[in-house]
């Protein structure tokens, strides 16, 4: 099944394989930290929006929940997470469709939408010369405000959004939210080393007024260089997130 110029990952000792390309996009470590803090219940209908390899709903798939649908604009990528999902047998819990999300209609409203979106401006940052590489990464296809926009017309009411982003587009990621009409109810700063500076940050977005709460930081190394103990539970795909 797998590729000549491609990889077959193993996630969450063995239970998650994942096809990826050689050259092409790969994942990183912001995806196993975005489905980490993705909170689901049992008959939760989840939604995402850029779904690249599949990487974060094949990772979800040891939690909780009913159905996830997955939007994806690339055809390299889509027919990747498509191949993954079945390597899986998750046919029956994660479908993947080919299309432009900006676009996507449906005729119901989702529990939980997540997406861990293209970080950069296309003006910003060194663009890969790859063309996949480069729409998964810029702002190419899609812009935060998209993705905001998206989320507040398919979220349900009393519905639950995740996200990751980076810490220095930290003001587009704030006036997004503010005018999708959601606000921030849970924030986690993601840090490299304790005495470092905010490298990413993970938010659980609503529309309710809520107070919100910024949880105790997620520190990836020790003093040593080492994972911590927090992000070895994490890479190993724990179920439940200790901290809420």
């Not at 219940?41 to 990772?59: F, P």
């Not at 529990?111 to 950069?120: A, K, R």
């Not at 639950?160 to 999708?180: L, M, P």
């Not at 911590?228 to 190993?236: G, L, R």
Request: glycine share 6%; aromatic share 10%.
């Amino acid at each position: 099944m797998k590729g000549n110029n491609e990889t077959q990952d193993t996630f969450y000792h063995g239970r998650i394989s994942i096809l990826q390309k050689k050259k092409g996009f790969r994942f990183s470590i912001d995806a196993p930290l975005l489905a980490d803090f993705i909170r689901t219940k049992q008959s939760d209908e989840l939604l995402e929006l850029g779904a690249g390899n599949g990487v974060i709903s094949l990772l979800l798939s040891i939690k909780p929940f009913k159905h996830i649908t997955a939007l994806e604009i690339q055809k390299s990528l889509f027919d990747l997470a498509k191949r993954s999902i079945r390597l899986n047998q998750l046919e029956h819990k994660i479908t993947i469709n080919l299309m432009d999300l900006r676009e996507y209609k449906a005729d119901k409203k989702f529990d939980v939408i997540f997406s861990n979106p293209p970080y950069y401006e296309i003006i910003a940052g060194r663009m890969s010369k790859s063309r996949e590489k480069a729409i998964a990464k810029h702002e190419i296809k899609c812009s935060i405000f998209d993705i905001m926009r998206k989320t507040s017309d398919l979220l349900k009411k009393d519905g639950r959004a995740y996200f990751i982003y980076k810490e220095k587009r930290r003001n587009a990621f704030i006036k997004a939210v503010a005018g999708s009409g959601l606000r921030i109810k849970l924030e986690r700063y993601v840090l490299a080393r304790p005495e470092g500076e905010t490298i990413f940050f993970l938010t659980e977005c609503v529309f309710s007024r809520e107070k919100k709460v910024v949880l105790q930081p997620l520190i990836l190394y020790d003093e040593e260089g080492n994972y911590t103990v927090e992000a070895q539970e994490i890479f190993k795909g724990r179920i439940h997130a200790s901290t809420y």
